[in-house]
Each structure stands twice: as C-alpha cells, then as structure tokens.
C-alpha cells in the first residue's frame, strides 16, 4: 500500500523535477552562504553565552559555599581510640600497633607462590578486624571510655597478632615441608 502512494506520488510529480544542471560556481556560492549563517549564528550563541556567564559563577559560588557549610555541621566528632582514655592505654596501644606492623613487614618477605594464599587470606582476617576495631572506636566514643569496650579493643589487638602468628607457623610448617620433600628427592 505504502509502495502505490510513493509511486502515485512520483507519477503525479514526474515532469516537474529540475534535473537541469546548476551554473559554474553554484557550489562554491552555497559553501560560502552556509559558512556566512555559520558565522552569524556563532556570534548570536557567543553572545547569548556571554550575558549568563556572571550569573553562573555567582550561583556556582553560592552553591559551594552551600555545601562547604552543610559539610562542616554535619562532620561526626572526633572519634577516641584506646590513647584518648589513658596514657597507659596509648602505650599499649602504641606497643600492638609497632608488633603488628612488624609482623606484616616479616609477613611480606616471606611471600612466595606456596604461601601467597595463605598470606592473602590472613590480610582478610586483619582487614575485618580492623573494620571491627573501627566500630569498637566508635563504640568507646558513644559510651565514654566503657571498660568492657577498652577490653574489647585491646582483645581486637591480640586478635590481629594471633593471625599473624598462626600464618607465620604456617609458612615456617610449608617451608620446613619444602625442604623436606627436597631432601627426600635429592636422596
């Protein structure tokens, strides 16, 4: 149905089309027209752009001064660890922290293709810990300096060292496997 309209149309249009061919230059002359509108149409939109741009960086302004502000009132407070109760607990504090990052520097020389998953899967028990350790300073903040929360951390700290620990015999146990298998294969 659609293919009769297309051909009525043509039909009824057929000596009307212009198929005489354009003058010399005729490109040339359009090329020149659009590039002109070009031009014209660019200024306008420059123009147009120009009278906003104030208006645009006072709003901008405005806004981030919003946000900075809106930012600031709702900054939690400061949130207290183990140094903030007492100057005995910041020294323990201090000591498993220091045994801890000594324990992932040694951690880390031993990494090999043998004990690279199980050095993996300790750094996801560390990584849970602390993730428990941060609740646990939020908890201390809440509850102001709860004993039971003090308690909590300080087992969180030798938690941490306990993997660490248990993955170091691990690898001393692969090693020590290792070393016997290739005693054996040398025999």
């Known amino acids: 149905m659609e293919k009769d309209n297309m051909d009525n149309l043509f039909g009824r249009l057929e000596n009307e089309f212009d ?6 230059g005729h490109q040339n002359r359009f090329l020149e027209k659009l590039k002109q509108q070009n031009t014209i149409a660019e200024n306008t939109i420059q123009q ?8 645009l960086a006072v709003a901008a302004s405005i806004v981030l001064c919003f946000s900075i502000f ?12 183990l140094a903030s109760v ?6 323990t504090q201090d000591f498993f922290t220091l045994a801890i990052q000594n324990e992932l520097a040694t951690l880390e020389t031993e990494r090999s293709p043998e004990t690279e998953e199980l050095i993996n899967d300790a750094l996801k028990q560390l990584i849970v810990l602390e993730t428990d350790y941060e609740k646990l300073k939020k908890d201390l903040t809440q509850s102001g300096d709860d004993q039971r929360v003090v308690y909590a951390m300080i087992s969180n700290f ?3 060292i306990d993997v660490l620990e248990h ?3 691990n690898i001393e146990e692969v090693k020590q496997f290792k070393a016997d298998e290739l005693n054996q294969n040398t025999l």
Not at 19 to 24: E, I, L, Q, T
């Open 70 to 81: 809106t930012f600031m009132q709702q900054q939690e407070p400061e949130i207290n660890d």
């Open 19 to 24: 198929v005489d061919m354009p003058n010399s």
């Open 86 to 91: 007492s100057p005995e607990l910041s020294r």
């Open 48 to 55: 147009k752009s120009n009278y906003w741009k104030p208006f």
């Open 167 to 169: 993955v170091m015999k």
């Open 158 to 160: 030798q938690n941490r």
